[in-house]
């Protein structure tokens, strides 16, 4: 049977594994398509522009990786509206570029995408198509009234809170690491 000190060593070797992991994960990079590929666990950047973005080919140019943030957008968003619920069943469904595991971003992930020193809908040209200046839902409830969520308005860049059955807008879905909250 294994004694306390044992564990204790047992648990520092583990810590310290599963630490160079993450270490590694952050630091490790590889050349895909002449960039610099793993961006997960990335918000330490401010990149600007096109810069920012990198249609990936992986997803068939379907989908775009935010290089400030490691996430990946579609590079299309959805043109239907839809009320809250559907449509976060429709992006957990949904299938971009060969691929699933789609979800609505958090009210601050999709917040994140704008730059305000461009136009609406406050992206750079050439990278998203189909992007209007109209209201994105988030995934994020507003804890003031769960019967609300967060939506962005791309065409003045404002954050508010719409009814969830209200009315019909539109959704934008991504993929990473999420927090289980949002939903």
């Known amino acids: 049977m294994a004694t306390r000190e044992d564990t204790f ?11 160079q992991q993450a270490v590694g994960a952050v630091n490790h990079t590889t050349e895909m398509e002449g960039v610099m590929a793993n961006y997960t666990l990335r918000w330490d950047q401010n ?22 943030t490691g996430l990946v957008w579609e590079q299309a968003p959805d043109a239907s509206e839809r009320v809250w619920a559907p449509a976060i069943f ?3 469904n949904k299938n971009v570029g060969g691929t699933v595991g789609w979800r609505l971003p ?13 136009p609406p809908p406050f992206l750079p040209d050439g990278i998203f198509t189909g992007v209007q200046p109209v209201a994105y839902w988030s995934a994020t409830t ?18 508010s809170a719409m009814g969830k059955n209200d009315v019909p807008i539109h959704f934008w879905c991504v993929r990473g690491g999420m927090n289980a909250d949002q939903y």
């Open 47 to 68: 990149l600007r522009d096109a810069k920012r973005f990198v249609v990936l080919a992986a997803f068939h140019n379907k989908a775009v990786l935010d290089k400030n």
């Open 9 to 19: 060593c047992m648990t520092n070797n583990i810590d310290e594994e599963v630490k």
């Open 106 to 118: 958090s009210v601050v992930e999709l917040k994140s995408l704008l730059d305000h020193t461009l």
């Open 90 to 92: 429709e992006s957990v």
């Open 142 to 159: 507003w804890s003031n009234d769960p019967t609300r969520a967060w939506i962005v308005n791309f065409s003045d860049g404002l954050v």
